[in-house]
Each structure stands twice: as structure tokens, then as C-alpha cells.
């Protein structure tokens, strides 16, 4: 059930960039958005459609801001793989946009998509309450920013030329920050806008981003470029701190594990309901990429 309704999440989202970046002129900073929005797992997307579904918000209203986090996440991805980041010739498997275009126009559509994430997810098409779509933009814009993913990219530029090497209590804070805040916002999305309670699904959330961040570590460790879709090895080459380092293989692949089950008991109050997050959960710390 969850590998097929992620299928259908990525579908549908890849369905509606395809409206919405078609609508645009045809310059080759559309075209990079086009590339950077292609591929992907699309789980952040998929845990808002997902939540929404649970909350009875219907699919055509939950698909802009599914829609929405997706660019958001691809924008922080073509940003994030330039040569003054991280610097990654690779990314689910093509080029990334600054090597097949050029970095002004990788830098220019990271930002186009950025935007874009913030008229999804506010546009009055979705037919969502106004306060509603207020909502969802104030907590995005708190997730991407100073407060969340960026702030975790600052500090893990940071530590790339720190003295000492982080501690665990300082990689787990990054860490919520860079790769966490956006799984909290897409998993407590759908809550949003059903206006209701978010904290179980916050609780959700918060297990599973940082067993999803292990799992990446464990990945670049274990994993190959071909299967993972981006270049692996790298976190060890620059002698950088990661769970792995820090706490050895066995042991952060048993913590991603006590991690999903925290997950999976969080969401206790909706039953069988819940059984595919429940799966999303299992599978974030068994990909393969």
C-alpha cells in the first residue's frame, strides 16, 4: 500500500509542476526548474498529501501545498550542489542544474522555485480558508528559513571549518534543522489544514526526520552513486562529523530503528489509519537511496 501511494503522490506532483511550470515562458531558467522538479522520491510531498488524506482534506486542494514543498525542496537541492555548497556534479542521477546549465542560472532557478513553493501554497485555487493558506505560508516560510533548513545549512557549513568536531547533541540540532524542519512542516501539513491538532503527527515528524538523517549517513557510507543518485562518500573524505562517525555503523542503524518505531507509536491516536505513515516510517531507514 505505501510504495503505491507514494507512486501516486509522485505522479500527481510531477502532474501538477508539469500544468504549473508549463505556464511559464520557455528560457532556460524555466527549463532548469523543470529539471530540478523531475525525479525524487517525493516524500515530503507524499507525507502532506498523505496527512491531508487522514484528515479528509480533499486531493485537489492538498495537491498545491504537496506541490509546494516539493519546490521549496528542490530549490534548497540546486543551491545546495553548488560549488560554494557542496559542490555535486550529480543528483537523482543527472547532472545537477549549475553543471547542465550554468551556476547564475542554477542560482536564478533555485530562487524562481522558492517563490513558487510560496504561491502554491498560498494561491486561492487550492480553495483552502484564507487563514488556513496564511498559516501554511507563515510555517513554511519559518521551516525554510533563519529557524529551520537554512539555519541547519549555516551551522553545517560552519562545522566544515570548526576547530572541533560537533558532538552528537550538536549534529542531532543541525540536523533538525537542515533536513528535519521540512518533514515537520509536510508531515503536520495536512493537520493544518484540516485545522486540527498537529501535535502527534509533530511528534511523527520529528522521529522520522532524524531517522531519515541517519539513514543518509549510514547511505553515504554503504551506499553507491549509481543506486543512491548523487555522489557518496563524500561526509568521510571531508573528515566531517556524522551519526556514523560518532557512533559507529551498528549503533546509528539501531538508533534510525528505535527512531521509526517512536514514529510509529506517535501516531497511536488514529488507529489503523495510520498504517501507511507507518510504513513511510519503515521505509526511510531501508531505501536504498
Known amino acids: 500500500m505505501f510504495r503505491e501511494r507514494l507512486e501516486m503522490a509522485a ?3 510531477q502532474s501538477h509542476f508539469d500544468i504549473v511550470i508549463g505556464q511559464l515562458d520557455d528560457l532556460p531558467v524555466i527549463q532548469a526548474m523543470a ?9 515530503r510531498g ?9 484528515h479528509d ?15 521549496l525542496h528542490a530549490y534548497s537541492l540546486v543551491h545546495d550542489d553548488l560549488p560554494c555548497m557542496d559542490d555535486d556534479d550529480l543528483r537523482r542521477g543527472q547532472p545537477t542544474v549549475h553543471k547542465k546549465w ?27 480558508p484564507a487563514e488556513v493558506r496564511a498559516d501554511l505560508a507563515v510555517t513554511l516560510a519559518q521551516a525554510s528559513g533563519a529557524r529551520g533548513m537554512v539555519l541547519g545549512q549555516a551551522l553545517d557549513i560552519a562545522a566544515e571549518t570548526a576547530d572541533e568536531a560537533l558532538t552528537l547533541d550538536e549534529i542531532t540540532a543541525l540536523q533538525r534543522g537542515k533536513t528535519g524542519a521540512l518533514i515537520e512542516w509536510s508531515a503536520t501539513a495536512g493537520a493544518r489544514m484540516a485545522q486540527a491538532d498537529v501535535t502527534p503527527l509533530l511528534s511523527y515528524a520529528r522521529a522520522l526526520g532524524l531517522a531519515f538523517q541517519i539513514a543518509d549517513d549510514v547511505l553515504d557510507v554503504v551506499g553507491d552513486s549509481a543506486t543512491v543518485g548523487k555522489a557518496v562518500g563524500k561526509d568521510a573524505d571531508a573528515g566531517k562529523a556524522t551519526f556514523v562517525s560518532l557512533l559507529g555503523l551498528d549503533v546509528a542503524k539501531a538508533r534510525a530503528n528505535a527512531l521509526v518505531e517512536e514514529a510509529c507509536d506517535s501516531l497511536a491516536v488514529y488507529g489503523t489509519d495510520a498504517e501507511v505513515l507507518k510504513e513511510t516510517a519503515r521505509f526511510v531507514v531501508n531505501r536504498a537511496h
Open 11 to 13: 505522479a500527481a506532483i
Open 35 to 43: 529539471h530540478a522538479t523531475h525525479g525524487g522520491k517525493r516524500l
Open 46 to 54: 507524499f507525507l502532506t498529501l498523505e496527512t491531508a488524506r487522514l
Open 57 to 71: 482534506v480533499p486531493p485537489d486542494q492538498a495537491i498545491w501545498p504537496a506541490t509546494a514543498i516539493e519546490a
Open 102 to 128: 550554468d551556476e547564475a542560472t542554477a542560482v536564478l532557478a533555485g530562487d524562481a522555485l522558492q517563490t513558487l513553493a510560496f504561491e502554491l501554497v498560498s494561491h486561492p485555487d487550492n480553495n483552502l
